[in-house]
C-alpha cells in the first residue's frame, strides 16, 4: 500500500522536507511503523511504501513534515475506511493563543522592524540642545563666515552697473557651474529609491496584517463549513471559511454572506481504488 501525505506551508506546496509516518493498529494500539522516513515525489507530495498492509486491520496513520513547518502545517493525518477523520481534522484547528502569539513574535523578529523604544532613543537625541549651544554655533559660524562691511560693498556693488548682459550671463553660468546642484532627473533618481523601500515597507505590514488576520480567525474557531460534494459516499471536498466573530457565522449559511469573512480554505480527500481515505488537506484560497 503506498500512503501519500500532502504538506503546504500558508496554503503554498512545500518541497524538501523530511517527513516521518507512525502507523498504529487502532484495534490492538501497537505501534506498527515508527517514524520512517518517506520519499519526496514533488510539488509537496512525499509517500510511503507499507507493505504489510491488511483489509481486516484499522490503521491510525500520522505523517509529520518536521520542525521546518509549525502549527497545523506540520501534520498530516489518514486512516482506512473506519478511521475517525473528522476527529483527526478538528485538531487542525485547536490551536492555542501561546502559538499565535509566538507565531507574531517571530514574524516580527523576521522583519527586524524598529520599536517604539528604538525610535524614541533616535529621536531623543535631536531635541537635546541647549539655547548656549546653539548660541555658540551661530557666533563661529558669523566669525568663519567673514562677511564683507559696508565699504566692501558698495565698491563691489557699483561695478554691477557696468556689467553686460552677456556678461552677467557669463557669470552666472560659472557660478552654477562651479555650484554643480542636482538635476531634477539626478532628484527624481535618488527619491525614488527611497519612496520604493518605503512602499516595500507598507506592502510587508500589509501581509503581516493579513497572516495576523488568518491566524487570529483560526484561534477564534469561528468557522463555516459549506460547499461539501461527494463521490459515491466518499466526502471529496468542502469549502471552510474563517470568521471574525460567532455572530457573523450563522448569516453566512446561505453561502453568499461575507461580513466579518478572514480567510476561505478548500479541503480536498483523495481515495484509493478501494475506497480508502488515501490523503486529506487544506489549502488557502483567499
Request: glycine letters at 8%; one cysteine or more; proline letters at 3%.
Amino acid at each position: 500500500m503506498l500512503i501519500s501525505a500532502f504538506f503546504t506551508q500558508t496554503g503554498v506546496p512545500t518541497e524538501g522536507l523530511s517527513p516521518t509516518i507512525r502507523i498504529r493498529d487502532l484495534t490492538t494500539g501497537s505501534a506498527l511503523i515508527t517514524d520512517a522516513a518517506m520519499t519526496e515525489k514533488g510539488d509537496g507530495w512525499y509517500a510511503y511504501a507499507y507493505g504489510a498492509y491488511s483489509v481486516n486491520t484499522e490503521y491510525g496513520i500520522r505523517c509529520d513534515a518536521g520542525s521546518e513547518l509549525n502549527g497545523y502545517d506540520r501534520y498530516a493525518f489518514a486512516g482506512n475506511e473506519d478511521f475517525d477523520v473528522p476527529s483527526a481534522v478538528a485538531g487542525l484547528n485547536n490551536v492555542s493563543g501561546a502559538d499565535v502569539n509566538a507565531q507574531c513574535d517571530t514574524a516580527i523578529a523576521d522583519a527586524g522592524l524598529a520599536t517604539y523604544a528604538d525610535m524614541v532613543s533616535s529621536f531623543s537625541g535631536l531635541n537635546d540642545i541647549a539655547p548656549a549651544m546653539v548660541t555658540n554655533a551661530t557666533e563661529t559660524a558669523l566669525a568663519l563666515y567673514d562677511g564683507p562691511t559696508h565699504g566692501e560693498m558698495v565698491s563691489s556693488i557699483s561695478g554691477l552697473n557696468n556689467l553686460s548682459s552677456a556678461e552677467a550671463n557669463a557669470a552666472c553660468d560659472l557660478a552654477f557651474t562651479d555650484y554643480n546642484p542636482p538635476t531634477q532627473a539626478e532628484m527624481v533618481s535618488s527619491f525614488s529609491g527611497i519612496m520604493t523601500a518605503v512602499d516595500s515597507v507598507a506592502t510587508y505590514v500589509d501581509n503581516i496584517n493579513s497572516f495576523m488576520a488568518r491566524i487570529a480567525g483560526l484561534n477564534k474557531e469561528n468557522m463555516m463549513t459549506d460547499q461539501v460534494r461527494f463521490t459515491g459516499s466518499n466526502m471529496t471536498q468542502a469549502r471552510v471559511r474563517c470568521f471574525s466573530s460567532s455572530a457573523f457565522v450563522p448569516a453566512a449559511i446561505d453561502g453568499s454572506e461575507t461580513a466579518g469573512l478572514i480567510a476561505t480554505y478548500i479541503s480536498t480527500a483523495s481515495y484509493t481504488a478501494g475506497d480508502n481515505l488515501a490523503g486529506f488537506w487544506m489549502e488557502y484560497q483567499a
